[in-house]
């Protein structure tokens, strides 16, 4: 087992017994100006999605729905998810793979809703290279021992793509600085985050998209709760998301002022960026999915499909989630566009 795979695994398992021994005794939530107050934790640092908790305040919507929200930056999903377990944060916005991964490990979490259900995982390439078979004969950058190199090795085999056909490197910061300097032909990453726009603006000349969901279909951003919170705070659990889906809806309408708040809120984004990363984000909440079926809207059957991608990566076993997720917690009815 390699190094970054086994600190996962040990991460997870630790977070376990720790998840576990947390559901002792705690009070329930804190109630403040008969608000539940709920602590939620994002995957990262402040990026395109966190405007949607910024509008949850500024609108009222998080108030109306008796919960008051005290956000954080998260640590990366692996890091997250376990303390999510602990019950060191209530509830987070987080990709569906750790998360996934920490439901074969055991934490007591389930996933409530899904902000995106399509995966965020694109190959980022030259602007020559168009189609899977562009990239044979090609250099690509992909983290093979993370979620990423999962999709990538669901992605050769939906693809029919002869692996022995391209040169497959680590990516890491010298891969990454290559790819700006046209070394490296394609890499494999997250798009909605801010790292992307610093490849893109780095290389010279245009760069093409090859969306993995079009091959390796999976799911992205999931709502998640420790399991001990959910029992006892059912109805702010499904206040919550409501006001989560209508902050989404409100987002979504008025991309010029959510903009503004994540500009004046996250100084640390240029404008350029703050406006890809928003755009993206939008555009994934937005999805054709969510239009007919409600914003934080999912299927069982998108979760299967990340853990499928995991397990035949060698991440995890083969696990069954039918007690993970719940969609009673979803609006009713549902909130669309």
Same mark, same amino acid.
């Given at each position: 087992m390699?190094?970054?795979?086994?600190?996962?695994?040990?991460?997870?398992?630790?977070?376990?017994?720790?998840?576990l021994a947390a559901?002792?005794?705690?009070?329930?939530?804190?109630?403040?100006?008969?608000?539940?107050?709920?602590?939620l934790?994002?995957?990262?640092?402040?990026?395109?999605?966190?405007?949607i908790?910024?509008?949850?305040?500024?609108?009222?919507?998080?108030?109306?729905?008796g919960?008051r929200?005290?956000?954080?930056?998260?640590?990366?999903?692996?890091?997250?998810?376990?303390?999510?377990g602990?019950?060191?944060?209530?509830?987070?916005?987080?990709?569906?793979?750790?998360v996934?991964?920490g439901a074969?490990q055991g934490?007591?979490i389930?996933?409530?809703?899904v902000?995106?259900?399509?995966?965020p995982?694109?190959?980022?390439?030259?602007?020559?290279? &168009?189609?899977?078979?562009?990239?044979?004969?090609?250099k690509?950058?992909?983290q093979?021992?993370?979620?990423?190199?999962?999709?990538?090795e669901?992605?050769?085999?939906? &693809?029919?793509?002869?692996?022995?056909?391209?040169?497959?490197?680590?990516?890491?910061?010298?891969?990454?600085?290559?790819?700006?300097?046209?070394?490296?032909?394609?890499?494999?990453?997250?798009?909605?985050?801010p790292?992307t726009?610093?490849l893109?603006n780095?290389?010279?000349?245009?760069e093409?998209?090859?969306?993995?969901?079009?091959?390796v279909?999976?799911?992205?951003h999931t709502?998640?709760?420790?399991?001990?919170?959910l029992?006892?705070?059912?109805?702010a659990?499904?206040?919550?998301?409501k006001?989560?889906?209508?902050? &989404?809806?409100?987002?979504?309408?008025?991309?010029?002022?959510?903009?503004?708040?994540?500009?004046?809120?996250?100084?640390?984004?240029?404008?350029a960026?703050?406006?890809?990363?928003?755009?993206?984000?939008?555009?994934?909440?937005?999805?054709?999915y969510?239009?007919?079926?409600?914003?934080?809207?999912?299927?069982?059957?998108?979760?299967?499909?990340?853990?499928?991608?995991?397990v035949?990566?060698?991440?995890?076993?083969? &696990?069954d989630l039918?007690?993970?997720?719940?969609?009673?917690?979803?609006?009713?009815?549902?909130?669309?566009?």
């Amino acid at each position: 087992m390699n190094t970054k795979l086994r600190a996962l695994t040990s991460a997870l398992g630790a977070a376990t017994l720790l998840a576990l021994a947390a559901c002792g005794g705690e009070d329930d939530a804190a109630q403040a100006g008969g608000l539940t107050e709920i602590k939620l934790s994002f995957e990262w640092t402040c990026e395109g999605n966190w405007p949607i908790a910024f509008t949850g305040e500024q609108q009222g919507f998080f108030a109306q729905n008796g919960v008051r929200v005290n956000y954080v930056r998260g640590q990366g999903g692996s890091t997250t998810t376990p303390l999510v377990g602990a019950g060191e944060q209530d509830m987070a916005v987080l990709s569906a793979p750790p998360v996934v991964l920490g439901a074969g490990q055991g934490l007591p979490i389930t996933v409530v809703g899904v902000a995106a259900n399509e995966s965020p995982v694109v190959i980022l390439a030259d602007a020559s290279i &168009t189609t899977p078979q562009g990239l044979l004969g090609k250099k690509v950058a992909v983290q093979t021992d993370q979620f990423e190199g999962a999709v990538w090795e669901s992605f050769l085999a939906a &693809t029919g793509l002869d692996a022995k056909q391209i040169t497959v490197v680590p990516s890491d910061d010298a891969a990454q600085a290559q790819f700006v300097a046209g070394q490296i032909d394609a890499i494999v990453i997250f798009y909605p985050t801010p790292g992307t726009v610093a490849l893109q603006n780095g290389r010279p000349g245009e760069e093409s998209v090859l969306r993995m969901q079009d091959f390796v279909p999976t799911y992205g951003h999931t709502i998640v709760a420790n399991n001990r919170f959910l029992d006892r705070n059912k109805d702010a659990v499904k206040g919550f998301v409501k006001a989560w889906a209508e902050s &989404t809806k409100y987002a979504v309408a008025h991309p010029d002022e959510t903009l503004s708040l994540l500009t004046g809120k996250c100084p640390e984004l240029d404008a350029a960026t703050a406006k890809f990363t928003l755009d993206a984000y939008l555009e994934a909440y937005n999805s054709e999915y969510s239009q007919a079926n409600g914003y934080l809207a999912f299927e069982p059957a998108g979760l299967d499909a990340t853990e499928k991608v995991l397990v035949a990566g060698k991440l995890m076993t083969d &696990t069954d989630l039918a007690e993970f997720s719940s969609q009673d917690y979803l609006p009713n009815p549902a909130i669309k566009p």
